[in-house]
C-alpha cells in the first residue's frame, strides 16, 4: 500500500473535522511508536539517509541506539510512561515526514493546547477534565485509524520504532549510500 493510498484512507475517515495538527507541530513526537510493517522502517532508514549529512546520519544512528537501549532496560510499559523525543525531529520538524509511520499519520488533534499539556506532564489527572477527554478522543481515533490501515496491509509485527530501526541498521536491511 502507497504512502499516498493510506492518506487517502486515513484523511475519508476523518473529512469534514477540524484539527490543529500541522506539518512542523511536534507535540505529539514524544513518545513511543510502533512499527507493525517493517517496510516502513526500510523506508524511513533510506529517507534519512537520503536527507542527512553523513555526520547527521551518524549522529541519528547513536541516538537510535542510545534510545532502544534504555527503552530495552526500562521495559516497554516503564518506557511509556516518559516522553522519548523522536530521533527523527530536526528543528521540530519530521525529516522523513512523507514517509513518517503510520502511528504519526493518525493522530489528529483538535487543540494543539491540549496536545502540549499532555507532554508537559507526567500525570493524565492533572490535565483539565476537557483536556483529557481530547486526549482519550485522540488516542482513539488514532488506534482506531491505525488497525485499519494495517487491516489493509501484511502485518510483519509490532516492534518499536527505534528497536526495528536499529535492527535494521545492523542487518544492513536499507539502502545504503553509494560512494
Not at 514524544?30 to 533510506?46: A, K, P
Amino acid at each position: 500500500m502507497r504512502w499516498e493510498d493510506i492518506d487517502e484512507q486515513i484523511a475519508t475517515k476523518v473529512r469534514g473535522q477540524q484539527f490543529a495538527c500541522r506539518r512542523g507541530c511536534a507535540w505529539c513526537c514524544h513518545q513511543l511508536i510502533v512499527l507493525t510493517h517493517w517496510d516502513d522502517g526500510r523506508q524511513i532508514l533510506d529517507a534519512a539517509r537520503e536527507r542527512m549529512t553523513a555526520e547527521e546520519f551518524e549522529a541519528f544512528v547513536e541516538r537510535l541506539r542510545a534510545q532502544s537501549r534504555e527503552i530495552h532496560e526500562l521495559g516497554h510499559e516503564a518506557a511509556e510512561a516518559r516522553r522519548w523525543t523522536c530521533p527523527l525531529l530536526k528543528e521540530g520538524e519530521c525529516v522523513v515526514y512523507d514517509v513518517r509511520p503510520v502511528a504519526c499519520r493518525s493522530v489528529f488533534s483538535p487543540d494543539a493546547d491540549t496536545c502540549r499539556a499532555m507532554m508537559e506532564t507526567d500525570d493524565f489527572d492533572t490535565l483539565t477534565p476537557e483536556q483529557q477527554a481530547t486526549a482519550t478522543a485522540i488516542g482513539e481515533r488514532a488506534f482506531s485509524l491505525q488497525i485499519a490501515v494495517n487491516d489493509q496491509r501484511p502485518v510483519d509485527g509490532p516492534v518499536e520504532l527505534r528497536e526495528l530501526l536499529v535492527r535494521l541498521i545492523d542487518a544492513g536491511d536499507y539502502r545504503r549510500p553509494s560512494g
